[in-house]
């Protein structure tokens, strides 16, 4: 007995032990690793082109031809345009070829800027590009269908750093082709103005004095859209209204209910899963969560009143249970109908 103590009690010293120079290891590899890192650099003063830009600005127009691939899983949608820019400085400098869409996707060829004409000008040079994209976009999606989105794009520099300013031109910044069909919404007045990026960082050079982030120049071309909330209404909120109906059914009809109220179960949730796997999960915090809260309650509400008056309170008033029941139905209606009439947006 005493033997196998003093193996237990060696075997813990031994392990802690092990521990201990592991331990130490770390400790003298870290501290290895940190006297081994490069120096800081040492910058100085802030160089010329991080300072503010100067010099005249680089004046952009865009005239949007197609957009399409719509896609609200995927956060994004796809942009055709033609884009031209003014440049009233010297030619030899004109940053126009080192424009890009911002907040676009970068997959193979996604992404794609030609310049299809270039000329000279009494006040400097003018370039238009062709230029296909696929771009971001975050959709807010709590109030669909009856939504309206923002479909934003932001064009700038390849380049943060460069010191060059951008701006929209004077006339007609941003047009729309008229024949541009976006089908299931509704195209609005497009505007396009100058803005900037925040970069919540120095990239690793000095900021302007004074300064505490740095900003990218940008111009931002804003396309609102609407959606037809009636084209979406019917197929996507089908098994809703199929649920609301059978609950009514099973109201008129005084026996072989629980199938009826099992289908309006089934046809609400399923519905539910066909909605969620069309959306995002944030559109189901919306319009859409409430009213399947509502269709839900609903039936929860057709099953106890209805069990309720049948089978309890028929035993104690035959009377009032029968006033109840021709009651009911008009309830559940005028309820349901009141609840979905105070989430639509």
């Not at 800081?40 to 399409?68: C, H």
């Not at 956060?75 to 030899?92: H, I, K, N």
């Not at 072989?256 to 559109?283: E, H, K, M, Q, Y």
Request: proline fraction near 6%.
């Amino acid at each position: 007995m005493t033997s196998r103590r003093w193996t237990w009690r060696l075997v813990w010293v031994a392990l802690a032990c092990f521990l201990t120079l592991s331990v130490a290891q770390l400790g003298w590899g870290a501290q290895a690793a940190f006297d081994q890192r490069p120096a800081p650099i040492d910058w100085g003063k802030a160089p010329a082109e991080v300072m503010e830009p100067e010099g005249p600005p680089l004046r952009i127009g865009a005239y949007v031809t197609n957009i399409n691939n719509v896609d609200l899983l995927d956060d994004q949608f796809s942009v055709e345009m033609l884009l031209w820019t003014e440049w009233a400085g010297d030619s030899r400098l004109d940053p126009s070829d080192n424009l890009m869409i911002l907040n676009g996707i970068y997959d193979g060829d996604v992404q794609r800027f030609e310049r299809v004409s270039q000329e000279q000008t009494a006040t400097g040079s003018w370039n238009l590009y062709r230029v296909r994209s696929a771009v971001v976009k975050r959709w807010h999606l709590e109030q669909y269908p009856f939504d309206e989105q923002i479909l934003h794009i932001q064009i700038g520099l390849v380049d943060p750093l460069q010191n060059v300013n951008l701006d929209v031109v004077d006339q007609e910044a941003l047009m729309i082709t008229p024949g541009l069909l976006l089908p299931g919404w509704n195209l609005k007045s497009p505007g396009a103005y100058a803005s900037s990026i925040s970069l919540m960082s120095d990239l690793g050079r000095p900021l302007t004095v004074g300064k505490d982030i740095r900003r990218q120049p940008a111009v931002s071309l804003d396309i609102p859209i609407q959606r037809y909330s009636l084209l979406f209404v019917a197929p996507d909120f089908l098994g809703y209204m199929l649920a609301v109906g059978l609950c009514i059914m099973s109201l008129l009809i005084k026996r072989s209910r629980d199938d009826l109220i099992l289908a309006a179960v089934v046809s609400a949730g399923g519905n539910f899963v066909f909605i969620a796997g069309n959306l995002p999960v944030t559109a189901m915090a919306g319009f859409i969560g409430n009213l399947q809260l509502i269709i839900f309650l609903g039936i929860l509400y057709v099953v106890a009143a209805d069990e309720l008056i049948d089978y309890h309170l028929t035993n104690v008033n035959n009377r009032l249970s029968r006033a109840l029941r021709v009651l009911l139905l008009p309830s559940y209606v005028s309820m349901t109908l009141i609840g979905v009439s105070r989430i639509i947006p």
